[in-house]
């Protein structure tokens, strides 16, 4: 951008902590003022965190607006306060999780997921387009994840409304190209926020309604503890994160993918290199359910880097 070129606008969902919260302060302090952000959130009494995170920012290059992703009535009203209504770079961002034996999962709670997930990237798609379209130029970032890329057992729900994302918008890059409109899926690892440690607090202490002896053997003393390693070993913070999806919106020419954390490069690299699948599927059964000691072992290497160059091919 010269130094002529007014800030470009961007919108994020689910600025009240983690990623959210940091992209929004990262853009909003950027030294060459290239962007306004309306960070958002569904629920205003949480933006205490964001102002103070925010500082002079705030009012400046920063304002806090409410969002919910799942209502039309409410995106169509953030977008009337933003002036002119037109927005260059959007970030999706907003998310929740779902963990757990699948019979233990209300139908209920997995649309919840596909709604903020899916159809609440979808919404607020929609309603930016028509002006990305309009002008011919414009980002849509979307925070997918490493989920989107292989499912991991006991988060089906979770993956499978990433995987959506994920095809989704492949399929819209395509044509949005021709409007000069870029699209990017960012894909985090592990991410060590509040919001994932409270998941893991209250799926702990649950009970599954409906899940056999030995399912909720496999979930509690199997998935759960490899979980908490592998959060301790590869989890990245959501600053780094978020320095990763400023280096996408400023870059001229976006990526249609970007992984964040080149550490678990070698755990999507197990399903690159078997296009059938199984290589993945067997290697992760093996490792959770005969090797779980050889598991930790590993991602305690995977997290000093001893094993990246060997097991990542070139």
């Given at each position: 951008?010269?130094?002529?070129?007014?800030p470009r606008t961007v919108l994020i969902s689910g600025c009240s902590s983690g990623i959210g919260l940091q992209l929004a302060v990262q853009l909003a302090r950027d030294p060459r003022?290239?962007?306004?952000?309306?960070?958002?959130?569904?629920?205003?009494?949480?933006?205490?965190?964001?102002?103070?995170?925010?500082?002079?920012?705030?009012?400046?290059?920063?304002?806090?607006?409410?969002?919910?992703?799942?209502?039309?009535?409410?995106?169509?009203?953030?977008?009337?306060?933003?002036?002119?209504?037109?927005?260059?770079?959007?970030?999706?961002?907003?998310?929740?999780?779902?963990?757990?034996?699948?019979?233990?999962?209300?139908?209920?709670?997995?649309?919840?997921?596909?709604?903020?997930?899916?159809?609440?990237?979808?919404?607020?798609?929609?309603?930016?387009?028509?002006?990305?379209?309009?002008?011919?130029?414009?980002?849509?970032?979307?925070?997918?994840?490493?989920?989107?890329?292989?499912?991991?057992?006991?988060?089906?729900?979770?993956?499978?409304?990433?995987?959506?994302?994920?095809?989704?918008?492949?399929?819209?890059?395509?044509?949005?190209?021709?409007?000069?409109?870029?699209?990017?899926?960012?894909?985090?690892?592990?991410?060590?926020?509040?919001?994932?440690?409270?998941?893991?607090?209250?799926?702990?202490?649950?009970?599954?309604?409906?899940?056999?002896?030995?399912?909720?053997?496999?979930?509690?003393?199997?998935?759960?503890?490899?979980?908490?390693?592998?959060?301790?070993?590869?989890?990245?913070?959501?600053?780094?994160?978020?320095?990763?999806?400023?280096?996408?919106?400023?870059?001229?020419?976006?990526?249609?993918?970007?992984?964040?954390?080149?550490?678990?490069?070698?755990?999507?690299?197990l399903k690159a290199a078997d296009p059938s699948g199984s290589l993945y599927v067997r290697t992760a059964h093996r490792l959770l359910f005969r090797w779980p000691r050889l598991l930790g072992l590993g991602l305690r290497c995977l997290a000093c880097g001893c094993l990246r160059s060997r097991v990542w091919p070139r």
């Open positions: 951008m010269n130094m002529a070129d007014p003022q290239r962007y306004q952000v309306v960070a958002t959130m569904r629920d205003l009494g949480k933006k205490g965190t964001l102002e103070e995170a925010a500082g002079e920012a705030l009012g400046q290059t920063l304002t806090v607006a409410q969002l919910d992703v799942c209502s039309d009535e409410s995106v169509a009203q953030c977008l009337s306060c933003i002036r002119g209504g037109e927005v260059d770079v959007l970030v999706n961002n907003a998310g929740v999780g779902l963990v757990g034996p699948l019979e233990g999962l209300s139908l209920t709670s997995m649309q919840k997921v596909f709604d903020t997930n899916f159809f609440g990237a979808v919404r607020l798609v929609k309603a930016v387009l028509p002006g990305m379209k309009r002008r011919r130029q414009g980002h849509i970032v979307v925070v997918s994840s490493v989920m989107g890329l292989q499912g991991v057992v006991f988060n089906d729900v979770y993956a499978a409304s990433k995987f959506a994302l994920e095809g989704f918008f492949e399929s819209l890059a395509v044509q949005l190209l021709q409007f000069d409109i870029f699209v990017s899926l960012v894909e985090p690892g592990p991410v060590a926020t509040d919001f994932e440690g409270k998941l893991l607090e209250q799926v702990s202490a649950a009970e599954p309604p409906g899940a056999d002896p030995d399912t909720l053997h496999y979930f509690r003393d199997l998935y759960l503890p490899a979980s908490r390693e592998l959060f301790r070993s590869l989890g990245q913070s959501p600053e780094d994160v978020a320095q990763v999806i400023v280096k996408v919106i400023s870059s001229a020419s976006p990526p249609l993918r970007r992984q964040t954390n080149a550490r678990y490069s070698p755990l999507t690299a």
